[in-house]
């Protein structure tokens, strides 16, 4: 183990995962050939897929999927939960049994741009782009570049920008 990391048992590392120091890893997936950056939290039921890149400060929370060959840039957020609160409505502070975690789905070539903040219960589209400081409330199409609080539809990628 690398000095600095807490990587627990119950993780699932593919071959030749690149981890820098002070990450945080439980129970989660990664797949073959991923970066992961430092400072980086992944949680217990997310997955990484293959070939992806997560950069320095992400938190990606329960629920999460990333699929294949996804960038992450720096700073991102991923939310799970739409109505977040500390205590039950009785007083005492929440556990698992008070919340259901609600999903989020990053397709295959995506790619999220630094210190975005991406809510539950959204898919964001194979190939698609979110710009930079973005929030993403709402699905965001294949091959779309959105940007903005909220993010919006700016355009699409044409096939050679893609890089396919």
């Known amino acids: 183990m690398i000095p600095c ?9 593919g071959s030749n995962v690149r981890l820098s120091t ?6 989660c997936r990664i797949g073959d050939e991923t970066k992961i950056g430092a400072f980086v939290e992944i949680q217990k039921n997310a997955s990484v897929g293959k070939r992806c890149k997560i950069s320095s400060h992400t938190f990606i929370c329960e629920g999460v999927v990333i699929e294949d060959n996804v960038f992450i840039g720096h700073g991102v957020t991923f939310i799970n939960d739409s109505f977040p609160r500390a205590t039950a409505p009785a007083g005492a502070l929440q556990t698992e049994a008070d ?8 397709r295959r070539g995506a790619a999220i741009g ?5 809510l539950s219960n959204v898919s964001v589209g194979e190939n698609a782009i979110v710009g930079a400081g973005s929030v993403v409330t709402k699905d965001v199409p ?20 893609e890089g396919l």
Request: glycine share 6%; net charge neutral; with cysteine.
């Open 5 to 13: 990391n807490c990587i627990a048992d119950d993780v699932k590392l």
């Open 22 to 27: 002070f990450i945080n890893l439980y129970g």
């Open 99 to 106: 919340w259901k975690v609600e999903p989020t789905v990053i």
């Open 114 to 118: 630094s210190g975005a903040t991406v």
């Open 142 to 161: 294949p091959h779309a570049i959105v940007a903005g609080n909220p993010a919006r539809v700016l355009r699409y990628l044409k096939e050679n920008e």
